[in-house]
């Protein structure tokens, strides 16, 4: 074939259908149509998919506003002025008519008002008094009658909404800080709603936290002093969902420690046992799963179990494991009941820890809920101040989720950075298994905490850059030499990787950001930024129980790898980043789709021990059904999720 | 036009747009009427001069703010199951003839499983018949990611369209 291949992912072939493009543009676009009947067919059938969806949209059938509503505006626009002084004198008329006022509220007083005189007046008053409690109210009873008719996703998880870091030009910003984060929960969260048969919240998925729920092993020490807890590794290949941009892979691969050669550890559980957890997958999946935890105890060790609900409490007084029957007793003893008080649990359950405090030893908290703190102190920042000084007691904290339907996955993430801990969710007992048997040191024993990294990337090399995740891990420049300021813990054996997605300065990229500075161009390079170094990468850390921060920094150069020749460490995380991607319906993904994740991982699974690898291939399989159309029933009958 | 007729006019060609918006970013066709109601008693307080010139830009911004607070102050994640989204919008329409009802259900349903924000800019083009640069101030995404949303989000249809025209045939 003679023709140019076009390129299919190019969005000026929908913006010269929509007239989006400039005169010159225009002009390319036309003639690669005069040229290439590919994309000739192409635009057409893009353009066939345009009429029928606008035609859809015409079809869809124009709801309108209901005759009362409808009303209302009518009203409003035949006269702001005259409508105000008629409200105070209505809002009066309500008050004496409150019994009535209150049943049309109750039905709905927007669509269902009687057009009478009385509707009407209770309509203007509604909207020009305070009309947000009135919503409110409204919608409390609306929606306990609502409830029992249908029965849809309208629970009550809650997730912090974030945007996915954009672009920047490393002219403008060269310089890149975060905090290290070794949380999992985003991902087992993720296997639980595919079972369930439906896609993650955009929101529920953490990018980061799909990458570290792996680990990335052997790396080959590029920098690190025979004192570092921890090795770094850098390796820069093609991005695969773009092939002319470079991906940063930066991995930190913590010492592993035996458990058995471990310092001796004062846990205080701290357990929620309200009236939320009465569910087989919490309360019974907790006690199972702590049972775990305790059957990997030994005399050297010390368990305290406190619980909140209604009023929180003292169940077992910390207590040796030489007597660890009386622990896992009082563990089955515990049951379900009453409404969280989350707060005065917490004080407590740091109160046990820090009376039998061990020097050196593993202090620490294990908090495990579904996330509901509803009484006591409830705002997400008193906890956090809470939280923040407990931490300086050097107690470290454990957050674990557990259930569905419920989760405040939010608060608990927000608790897990603040305390100087980690955040798991344990969808089932093979999650369990896996934080606190098989990864139990890297959950238990930290080996290094306040984890910073600084990014400085060279203009003459790096023409614009994305952090893949991380999001809501951002610290300011300045922090990063600051040590009074909090970052990331990380724990023995643990694996933690960022992706970095580079555009070199040969490529043509349109910056979607701001626009190119009028007194500066990119800076004034230094005589530094001509070598070959692509970027200086910096590393702050400090001991668990220090308080100053060692520095560990090393230029990163770009060997030039191809994407076959990078390791399956970063094609394997970067399947993962991808997969992340595509449940956050990112844009930065051109074409790629669930298949060529599944193509990526299988190619790089590597040895696989542990087979969770293996695992992600099969999830990814069953996201893209669902993602597909497919119904639970259908995914049960293929055997796709169990019955 | 009388100094009022303007927002008459605004009421009666984007009341309806508006709702099957504010009912996709809301799941729920109620609180989608408040949503719009509200939207338009806001209208109702702008100065003609300042709000006419980039009408639909203003309507769609103030409709998805008042949605996404809705949404925001109920902890609603996703309210009603795409599918049965999409067979309500079918069923909203009960004059529409029987037979192009089934084929526009089906095009409606393969919508619903694209990617939110490629529906989302689909509605605004195509519904909305907002520019991209619109389109960009409504959702805050940069012009550039609208055109790559819609692009992409067209490009996937299409092929889903072609997928299903496949499948069609051989079961036919």
Same mark, same amino acid.
């Given at each position: 074939?003679?023709?140019?291949?076009?390129?299919?992912?190019?969005?000026?072939?929908?913006?010269?259908?929509?007239?989006?493009?400039?005169?010159?543009?225009?002009?390319?676009?036309?003639?690669?149509? /005069?040229?290439?009947?590919?994309?000739?067919?192409?635009?057409?059938? @893009?353009?066939?998919?345009?009429?029928?969806?606008?035609?859809?949209?015409?079809?869809?059938?124009?709801?309108?506003?209901?005759?009362?509503?409808?009303?209302?505006? +009518?009203?409003?626009?035949?006269?702001?002025?005259?409508?105000?002084?008629?409200?105070?004198?209505?809002?009066?008329?309500?008050?004496?008519?409150?019994?009535?006022?209150?049943?049309?509220?109750?039905?709905? $007083?927007?669509?269902? *008002? $009687?057009?009478?005189?009385?509707?009407?007046?209770?309509?203007?008053?509604?909207?020009?008094?305070?009309?947000?409690?009135?919503?409110?109210?409204?919608?409390?009873?609306?929606?306990?009658?609502?409830?029992?008719?249908?029965?849809?996703?309208?629970?009550?998880?809650?997730?912090?909404?974030?945007?996915?870091?954009?672009?920047?030009?490393?002219?403008? +910003? $060269?310089?890149?800080?975060?905090?290290?984060?070794?949380?999992?929960?985003?991902?087992?969260?993720?296997?639980?709603?595919? /079972? +369930? =048969? !439906?896609?993650?919240?955009?929101?529920?998925?953490?990018?980061?936290?799909?990458?570290?729920?792996? #680990?990335?092993?052997?790396?080959?020490? +590029?920098?690190?002093?025979?004192?570092?807890?921890? #090795?770094?590794?850098?390796?820069?290949?093609?991005?695969?969902?773009?092939?002319?941009?470079?991906?940063?892979?930066?991995?930190?691969?913590?010492?592993?420690?035996?458990?058995?050669?471990?310092?001796?550890?004062?846990?205080?559980?701290? @357990?929620?046992?309200?009236?939320?957890?009465?569910?087989?997958?919490?309360?019974?999946?907790?006690? !199972?799963?702590?049972?775990?935890?305790?059957?990997?105890?030994?005399?050297?060790?010390?368990?305290?179990?406190?619980?909140?609900?209604?009023?929180?409490?003292?169940?077992?007084?910390?207590?040796?494991?030489?007597?660890?029957?009386?622990?896992?007793?009082?563990?089955?003893?515990?049951?379900?009941?009453?409404?969280?008080?989350?707060?005065?649990?917490?004080?407590?359950?740091?109160?046990?820890? !820090?009376?039998?405090?061990?020097?050196?030893? %593993?202090?620490?908290?294990?908090?495990?809920?579904?996330?509901?703190?509803?009484?006591?102190?409830?705002?997400?920042?008193?906890?956090?101040?809470?939280?923040?000084?407990? !931490?300086?007691?050097?107690?470290?904290?454990?957050?674990?989720?557990?259930?569905?339907?419920?989760?405040?996955?939010?608060?608990?993430?927000?608790?897990?950075?603040? =305390?100087?801990?980690?955040?798991?969710?344990?969808?089932?007992?093979?999650?369990?298994?896996?934080?606190?048997?098989?990864?139990?040191?890297?959950?238990?024993?930290?080996?290094?905490?306040?984890?910073?990294?600084?990014?400085?990337?060279?203009?003459?090399?790096?023409? *614009?850059?994305?952090?893949?995740?991380?999001?809501?891990?951002?610290?300011?420049?300045?922090?990063?030499?600051?040590?009074?300021?909090?970052?990331?813990?990380?724990?023995?054996?643990?694996?933690?990787?960022? %992706?970095?997605?580079?555009?070199?300065?040969?490529?043509?990229?349109?910056?979607?950001?701001?626009?190119?500075?009028?007194?500066?161009?990119?800076?004034?390079?230094?005589?530094?930024?001509?070598?070959?170094?692509?970027?200086? %990468?910096?590393?702050?850390?400090?001991?668990?129980?220090?308080?100053?921060?060692?520095?560990?920094?090393?230029?990163?150069?770009?060997?030039?790898?191809?994407?076959?020749?990078?390791?399956?460490?970063?094609?394997?995380?970067?399947?993962?980043?991808?997969?992340?991607?595509?449940?956050?319906?990112?844009?930065?993904?051109?074409?790629?789709?669930?298949?060529?994740?599944?193509?990526?991982?299988?190619?790089?699974?590597?040895?696989?021990?542990?087979?969770?690898?293996?695992?992600?291939?099969?999830?990814?399989?069953?996201?893209?059904?669902?993602?597909?159309?497919?119904?639970?029933?259908?995914?049960?009958?293929?055997?796709?999720?169990?019955? | 036009?009388?100094?009022?007729?303007?927002?008459?006019? &605004?009421?009666?060609?984007?009341?309806?747009?508006?709702?099957?918006?504010?009912?996709?970013?809301?799941?729920? &066709?109620?609180?989608?009427?408040?949503?719009?109601?509200?939207?338009?008693?806001?209208?109702?307080?702008?100065?003609? &001069?300042?709000?006419?010139?980039?009408?639909?830009?203003?309507?769609?911004?103030?409709?998805?703010?008042?949605?996404?607070?809705?949404?925001?102050?109920?902890?609603?994640?996703?309210?009603?199951?795409?599918?049965?989204? &999409?067979?309500?919008?079918?069923?909203?329409?009960?004059?529409?003839?029987?037979?192009?009802?089934?084929?526009?259900?089906?095009?409606?349903?393969?919508?619903?499983?694209?990617?939110?924000?490629?529906?989302?800019?689909?509605?605004?083009?195509?519904?909305?018949?907002?520019?991209?640069?619109?389109?960009?101030?409504?959702?805050?995404?940069?012009?550039?990611?609208?055109?790559?949303?819609?692009?992409?989000?067209?490009?996937?249809?299409?092929?889903?369209?072609?997928?299903?025209?496949?499948?069609?045939?051989?079961?036919?």
């Amino acid at each position: 074939m003679n023709e140019r291949n076009f390129d299919a992912n190019d969005p000026r072939l929908s913006a010269y259908l929509m007239d989006e493009l400039a005169a010159d543009e225009r002009e390319q676009i036309e003639r690669l149509l /005069r040229e290439d009947p590919n994309a000739r067919d192409f635009v057409e059938e @893009l353009k066939r998919t345009a009429d029928l969806l606008e035609a859809e949209f015409g079809a869809e059938g124009e709801p309108g506003l209901s005759g009362s509503r409808r009303a209302a505006v +009518e009203r409003r626009i035949g006269g702001a002025r005259r409508g105000r002084l008629f409200a105070v004198a209505s809002a009066a008329l309500v008050l004496l008519a409150g019994g009535a006022t209150l049943f049309f509220l109750g039905r709905g $007083p927007f669509s269902r *008002a $009687p057009a009478g005189i009385e509707g009407r007046v209770t309509l203007m008053a509604h909207y020009e008094a305070e009309r947000a409690d009135l919503v409110s109210a409204s919608r409390v009873l609306q929606s306990s009658a609502a409830s029992e008719e249908h029965i849809t996703y309208r629970d009550t998880e809650q997730y912090a909404h974030t945007e996915e870091n954009p672009w920047k030009s490393t002219g403008q +910003e $060269p310089l890149s800080t975060f905090a290290i984060d070794v949380d999992t929960a985003s991902y087992s969260n993720m296997r639980r709603f595919l /079972r +369930e =048969g !439906r896609l993650p919240p955009a929101s529920a998925v953490r990018i980061e936290e799909f990458i570290n729920y792996f #680990r990335y092993d052997d790396p080959a020490p +590029e920098s690190a002093s025979g004192d570092d807890p921890f #090795r770094l590794t850098t390796e820069v290949a093609s991005a695969p969902w773009a092939p002319r941009h470079r991906l940063l892979w930066i991995g930190i691969q913590a010492r592993e420690i035996e458990w058995n050669a471990r310092r001796p550890s004062n846990l205080v559980f701290l @357990l929620d046992v309200s009236g939320s957890m009465n569910a087989p997958d919490k309360l019974p999946l907790l006690q !199972r799963s702590l049972r775990l935890l305790v059957e990997q105890l030994d005399p050297r060790d010390r368990v305290a179990i406190v619980v909140y609900a209604g009023a929180s409490g003292l169940v077992l007084p910390s207590t040796s494991c030489e007597q660890s029957a009386e622990v896992l007793a009082a563990l089955d003893r515990l049951s379900a009941g009453g409404s969280t008080n989350g707060g005065a649990g917490i004080d407590l359950a740091y109160r046990l820890a !820090r009376e039998n405090f061990i020097d050196e030893g %593993l202090n620490r908290v294990i908090l495990a809920t579904d996330g509901d703190f509803n009484v006591g102190v409830t705002d997400q920042g008193s906890l956090v101040r809470l939280i923040e000084k407990q !931490r300086e007691s050097g107690v470290f904290l454990s957050v674990l989720g557990f259930g569905t339907g419920n989760l405040k996955d939010a608060t608990m993430e927000l608790l897990a950075d603040k =305390g100087n801990g980690n955040f798991a969710y344990i969808d089932s007992l093979a999650e369990a298994r896996k934080v606190l048997v098989s990864e139990l040191g890297g959950t238990l024993i930290p080996v290094a905490k306040d984890v910073k990294i600084q990014v400085e990337f060279n203009p003459t090399r790096v023409q *614009a850059w994305r952090l893949i995740g991380y999001e809501n891990r951002q610290l300011a420049h300045q922090d990063f030499n600051d040590d009074s300021k909090d970052a990331g813990e990380i724990g023995a054996g643990h694996s933690v990787t960022a %992706l970095y997605e580079l555009v070199p300065p040969d490529v043509p990229f349109e910056s979607a950001g701001t626009d190119a500075l009028r007194y500066q161009q990119d800076g004034r390079p230094s005589d530094q930024a001509f070598t070959d170094e692509l970027l200086f %990468l910096k590393l702050r850390y400090k001991q668990p129980d220090g308080d100053t921060s060692r520095l560990i920094s090393t230029p990163v150069r770009d060997q030039g790898r191809l994407w076959h020749e990078a390791s399956d460490n970063l094609r394997f995380s970067a399947a993962v980043a991808a997969y992340a991607m595509l449940l956050k319906e990112s844009p930065h993904l051109n074409d790629f789709g669930y298949e060529q994740v599944i193509q990526l991982a299988y190619e790089a699974r590597g040895q696989d021990p542990g087979g969770y690898r293996a695992e992600f291939l099969r999830l990814v399989r069953l996201a893209k059904r669902i993602a597909a159309g497919e119904t639970i029933e259908e995914l049960r009958e293929l055997g796709y999720i169990g019955k | 036009m009388t100094d009022r007729q303007w927002i008459r006019d &605004a009421l009666d060609r984007y009341e309806g747009p508006l709702l099957l918006y504010a009912r996709r970013l809301t799941g729920d &066709a109620e609180r989608a009427r408040d949503v719009v109601q509200d939207t338009f008693l806001k209208l109702c307080h702008q100065r003609r &001069a300042a709000v006419q010139p980039r009408l639909a830009e203003w309507l769609y911004t103030v409709c998805r703010n008042a949605a996404i607070d809705v949404r925001r102050k109920e902890r609603v994640m996703k309210v009603v199951h795409s599918e049965e989204q &999409a067979a309500a919008g079918a069923e909203a329409n009960p004059e529409s003839a029987a037979a192009g009802k089934e084929q526009r259900r089906r095009l409606l349903v393969l919508l619903s499983h694209l990617p939110d924000k490629q529906q989302e800019v689909l509605r605004l083009k195509f519904q909305g018949g907002l520019s991209y640069k619109e389109i960009s101030r409504v959702t805050g995404e940069s012009v550039g990611n609208v055109g790559m949303l819609l692009h992409v989000g067209l490009k996937g249809l299409r092929a889903r369209l072609q997928d299903r025209e496949i499948e069609g045939q051989v079961m036919s």
